[in-house]
């Protein structure tokens, strides 16, 4: 075919026109990428997930104040202490949690494999033994055990004043504690005990204690009236007090109360690791320990935390000082095993 003139320099100018318009598109669409991973990238980093056996209203007291400071929003899903470490273990090779918040220090020394080291520049304000040697647990706060007690059903002028006095067979049957086998809280609780007074101390518990299933059976039935006595956490027995319920007394034992610490830990190849070092700061700082002290009474970790209105200074707590979580980490199989074998024999 032959073309003019013309015709040459329309083709000329229109086979530029569609190579400007293929170069347009190009780069457009190379933005377009760049904007879409761009936006992909930053979509993940502002996002951060929690497991937790924590009270809801204190997850979401912690979980909008870090997303309010950092522009990072946690998810969070709820579960127990126990089943979180399974679930974390089951996921290990594709983890979906970042952050695990809180948990009784044992239980996550004996899960440590599935956690990865951080040491939080918010460790530095924590007592000795309260990080993991490797930084792969931390702790966040501190559960003081005592001695609930309805007024009602107890004189002041006879309330036991020492662990050794829950002994007397005047409290037999009047006195509750929840199943070291089940709750981690009392397993404490029965260390704290075995440290005082041995085996010869744990027997006579069993002996005159009602042992229930559930942690939360002692202070509730203690405050409903059903029980006189019962060995609970401190903060789960102060909040009746604080709640106004003139029923409710608690008594720091003279030979020691037990305080068993709990911890925080990151997920080893979590999939948002530096989003998780920033929760796990948040979670350790003494500003949010010290407002989760005043409207939770959850005793910090921390050794700098201010006291709170209601609840005495640690420093004014006769404590059991040999109390060694990681002994009763060591100790736990044996403790346990003498306790079934001491019930079963009642």
Partial sequence: MVYGLPDLLNKKILSRGVILMRRHLMKFLAVLSVAFFAFSGVATAAEVVLYSSNPSELLDLVTKGFEAKTGIKASVVRLGTGEAMKRIAAEKDRPLCDVF?????????????????????????LPAGYVEKENRWTASNTH????????????????????????????????????????????????GIYKLYGWDGI?????????????????KGVAAGEY?????????????????????GMIYPADGAFMAP???????????????????????????????FDKFSR??????????????????????KSFDPMEANRLEKEILGKWKELVLSK
């Fill in 101 to 125: 918040w809180s948990g009784d220090v044992s239980v996550l020394e004996n899960a440590k494999e599935n956690f990865q080291s951080y040491k939080s520049p918010e460790a530095k304000a």
């Fill in 144 to 191: 003081v055990m005592i001695i609930m007690y309805n007024k009602s059903l107890v004189k002041e002028s006879e309330k036991p004043k020492t662990w050794k006095d829950l002994f007397d067979p005047k409290w037999k049957g009047k006195v509750v504690m929840a199943n070291p086998e089940k709750s981690g809280s009392a397993y404490a609780q029965a260390y």
């Fill in 203 to 219: 027997k006579k518990v069993i002996d005159n204690a009602k042992i229930l299933d559930s942690s939360s059976l002692i202070y």
């Fill in 228 to 248: 006189p006595l019962g060995i609970t956490v401190e903060y789960a027995a102060y909040r009746y007090i604080a709640g106004g319920d003139k029923n409710v």
């Fill in 262 to 292: 709990e911890a925080a830990g990151i997920v080893k190849n979590c999939p948002h690791p530096e989003e998780a070092k920033k929760l796990l700061d948040y979670l350790l700082s003494k500003k949010v320990v010290d407002d989760i």
């Fill in 299 to 320: 005793r910090p970790a921390r050794l700098d935390a201010v006291d709170t209105e209601g609840l005495p200074s640690l420093k004014k707590i006769v404590l059991l």
